[in-house]
């Protein structure tokens, strides 16, 4: 994981985590199969690099309910994608604006945006696989959200899965939270905004084009300043 942690410093000047180690990999002429990895501990995490769930006073935070990270394969054109569903609800006092920012990343470093490269018909069919009629896409749900359960808005994200060799990843979302601050870069003395994030570790757990839509185990989640 360390691979990780540099590219997250390298593109979005992010505090530092130190992930899982990666799972060892067999090779060679004659090789036999690798097996299914077994169970281990979760991913550790430094604690200190983490922010309070809690939102610090004088700030607002939405409830934000993560759902469930499957795997699609298209049928027409092969390719497969990365979606997941999320319900966010209101209940901050006072009505507030949606538009948030997601971002996937691999223990290759590979950081994806959801929906970039994600072509529309791609997005109404597994819109249609998730077959709830409160769920909108990524980009119908953005705008004011109101108060209350009754005006939660309910949604998925899509991310182009690429190569199928990721054991580890990482959701990254921002938006739900009001509270912000400023850190000097070490090297440059340039100051940089960071957004209180919620960070999301998912394990990927044997062949991903196998596993089919089986839902990928999300093993922890926390907030952070990124």
């Known amino acids: 994981m360390h691979r990780v942690c540099q590219f997250i410093c390298a593109v ?9 180690q990666a799972l060892a990999q067999s090779g060679g002429a004659g090789a036999v199969p690798p097996k299914e990895p077994q169970p281990h501990e979760p991913m550790p995490v430094d604690g200190s690099k983490t922010v309070s769930a809690t939102p610090s ?39 507030r604006w949606w538009g948030p920012k997601f971002e996937l990343l691999d223990d290759h470093g ?27 896409d990524q980009y119908q749900v953005l705008g004011e959200i109101r108060q209350g359960e009754a005006n ?17 990843l990482h959701l990254f979302a921002r938006g739900m939270s009001s509270e912000i601050s400023t850190v000097a870069d070490p090297k440059t003395g340039e100051s940089h905004v960071l957004h209180k994030t919620l960070r999301s570790d998912f394990r990927v757990s044997g062949d991903p084009a196998a596993r089919g839509s089986d839902p990928v185990e999300c093993e922890l989640s926390q907030w952070i300043m990124r």
């Open 12 to 20: 979005a000047i992010t505090l530092p985590f130190v992930g899982g």
């Open 152 to 168: 939660a808005k309910e949604s998925f994200l899509v991310w182009p899965a690429g190569e199928m060799d990721a054991t580890e």
């Open 57 to 95: 006073e004088g700030h607002w935070q939405l409830d934000f309910k993560l759902g469930e990270l499957r795997l699609y394969r298209d049928p027409e054109s092969g390719v497969s994608y990365w979606y997941l569903t999320y319900k966010v609800i209101n209940r901050t006092g006072q009505d």
């Open 110 to 136: 590979r950081l994806r945006r959801a929906g970039r490269d994600v072509p529309v018909i791609v997005t109404k069919r597994i819109e249609a696989l998730i077959g709830n009629p409160l769920v909108e």
